[in-house]
Antibody, heavy 114, light 108 residues
Framework: EVQLLESGGGLVQPGGSLRLSCVVS????????MNWVRQAPGKGLEWVSP???YSADSVEGRFTISRDNFKNTLYLQMNSLRVEDTAVYYC????????????WGQGILVTVSS | EIVLTQSPDTLSLSPGERATLSCRTS???????LAWYQQKPGQAPSLLVY???SRATGVPDRFRGSGSGTDFILTISRLEPEDFAVYYC?????????FGGGTKVEIK
């Protein structure tokens, strides 16, 4: 069974930093692309892409995605956090046949507030 | 970026009824690169349909995706109690990947 388990969320002040982790099990981690999707409270889904030229203005230059293939772990480093970054962050597995998401973690809440 | 417009915002139906959800894209989506997700309250989304019309593993056949170009439809033939949820479409033909705003299917 594939499992994606996020951690590292919580309350942070505006301007602060946070690093989310996602440990993946039940598959060969190196074979798949992984991403992050976020959902602000009561809102829809947003792909978190800090990589130009596809990055949303909202996260470019502030967020970085990385992975450790030895630890089967995906990371999201978030700097200069803003109130509007408050959301549930989902770790997602990219499907083999296209850039859609066939496995989702349970999500982790990040709250940016003073 | 491609904007996805879902309609209606809310669909009020009874169990056993047919649900028809629309997703319109601002540009033609290549190779029918459109997916649908279901999200139940307090849960993560789950994949229902990809490639506009292919059901994901384990998805009941009462869920049917159709469409091409800029107009896509998700049909639930007979609503079961567990189908009342929010549904999102997502295009993955052109970056950045984008999602629609969602359609809530609620019990009438």
């Amino acid at each position: 069974e594939v499992q994606l388990l996020e951690s590292g969320g919580g309350l942070v002040q505006p301007g602060g930093s946070l690093r989310l982790s996602c440990v993946v099990s039940g598959l060969t981690f190196t074979n798949y692309a992984m991403n992050w999707v976020r959902q602000a409270p009561g809102k829809g889904l947003e792909w978190v892409s800090p990589s130009a030229p596809y990055s949303a203005d909202s996260v470019e230059g502030r967020f970085t995605i990385s992975r450790d293939n030895f630890k089967n772990t995906l990371y999201l480093q978030m700097n200069s956090l803003r109130v509007e970054d408050t959301a549930v962050y989902y770790c997602v597995k990219v499907a083999s046949g296209g850039y859609y998401f066939d496995q989702w973690g349970q999500g982790i809440l990040v709250t940016v507030s003073s | 970026e491609i904007v996805l417009t879902q309609s209606p915002d809310t669909l009020s139906l009874s169990p056993g009824e047919r649900a028809t959800l629309s997703c319109r894209t601002s540009q033609s989506v290549s190779s029918s690169s459109l997916a649908w997700y279901q999200q139940k309250p307090g849960q993560a989304p789950s994949l229902l349909v990809y490639g506009a019309s292919s059901r994901a593993t384990g998805v009941p056949d009462r869920f049917r995706g159709s469409g091409s170009g800029t107009d896509f439809i998700l049909t639930i033939s007979r609503l079961e109690p567990e189908d009342f949820a929010v549904y999102y479409c997502q295009q993955y033909g052109i970056s950045p990947l984008t999602f629609g705003g969602g359609t809530k299917v609620e019990i009438k």
